[in-house]
């Protein structure tokens, strides 16, 4: 019998501030740690993708957002880097929030720093990477496959 599609959502923050945006640097995480990252995270189960993107922001920046200020800008289908199933990231924009950003997973990021759009640091993930040049192009949707 054929194996069915497992896809795991996750959900991506772009917190924009005039040309620059936040991204934070990984660590003890096992998945691209070194690399820097968007504010981002899993859906859990029962969870709405806008509610998974508030509580990450809160989770890991200190940043409080409604639901009126976040809005999607950006899908990417993703193959895992073990290709043992698919992702899909939902990448969300925010201009505005609440609260100082702060590290909050301290255990988990090295550096939490704005970055100019067109000057991203050398070791980004590759798929936030692909995704901020799509978004940048005014692309909706890419596919992320390797």
């Known amino acids: 019998m054929e194996k069915r599609n497992t896809i795991v959502p996750a959900v991506m923050l772009v917190l924009k501030k005039n040309n620059q945006i936040l991204l934070l640097q990984r660590k003890n995480t096992g998945y691209g740690d070194g690399k820097y990252n968007l504010i981002s995270g899993h859906v859990e189960f029962g969870e709405n993708f806008t509610n998974a993107i508030i509580r990450e922001a809160k989770e890991e920046a200190n940043v409080t957002l409604s639901h009126d200020q976040v809005k999607v800008i950006y899908i990417q289908n993703k193959m895992a880097d073990d290709h043992t199933h698919q992702r899909v990231h939902t990448y969300f924009l925010a201009t505005e929030w609440e609260w100082e950003i702060k590290n909050m997973e301290a255990h988990n990021c090295d550096d939490l720093s ?7 640091p050398e070791n980004i993930s590759p798929c936030v990477k692909a995704a901020i040049e799509h978004i940048q192009q005014g692309n909706f949707y890419s596919e992320f496959w390797f």
């Open 114 to 120: 704005w970055f100019a759009i067109d000057h991203l």
